[in-house]
């Protein structure tokens, strides 16, 4: 449904802020933080530099080093993967699922929420690096279980790997 509860407390904590901030007095508030700020940066109005669309590629794989070359890692890990699967019929080699059904689906709620926040900012015309922080917490997350995935490929957690599976499967 549309109407969930949990919009109520999105409302009680967010709109306190903006009421008192558009009732301060200054109107200034309401054309700076919610027209300027959140529709014009996006659309490049008058005062608003213009990178090009490419500038969130260059700062993320500048500013994310050396996790960048993980997720360029990720990235030809899951094309390879659907090139094999999809285009070559290749099924048999198709590499072990995912350890459970909640980290498949946190695997791919995160790819998509990266994917579509990345490439709508770089729709926009007005860029901050610190827009990427949008992103970091998908990132992170598929990071770190690609590289738990990918744990015995890179001898990481070789001892006692039979004591901490008997430790998650009790």
Request: aromatic share 20%; net charge positive; proline share 3%.
């Amino acid at each position: 449904t549309l109407v969930n509860y949990r919009w109520v407390y999105i409302l009680l904590v967010a709109c306190p802020w903006y009421l008192v901030a558009a009732f301060s007095g200054k109107d200034t508030f309401i054309q700076r933080q919610l027209i300027f700020e959140n529709v014009s940066r996006f659309f490049g109005a008058e005062g608003i530099t213009i990178k090009p669309w490419w500038f969130y590629f260059q700062h993320f794989w500048t500013q994310s080093f050396p996790w960048s070359f993980v997720i360029f890692f990720i990235i030809c890990d899951q094309i390879y993967k659907l090139i094999k699967i999809k285009f070559l019929k290749n099924e048999d080699s198709k590499e072990p699922e995912l350890s459970s059904s909640a980290e498949s689906l946190i695997f791919k709620i995160s790819t998509i929420w990266a994917v579509v926040v990345f490439f709508f900012l770089s729709l926009s015309a007005g860029k901050r690096s610190a827009y990427l922080l949008l992103i970091t917490i998908p990132v992170n997350l598929l990071i770190s279980i690609y590289l738990y995935r990918k744990r015995e490929i890179f001898n990481i957690f070789q001892e006692g790997k039979e004591q901490s599976a008997k430790i998650i499967y009790k």
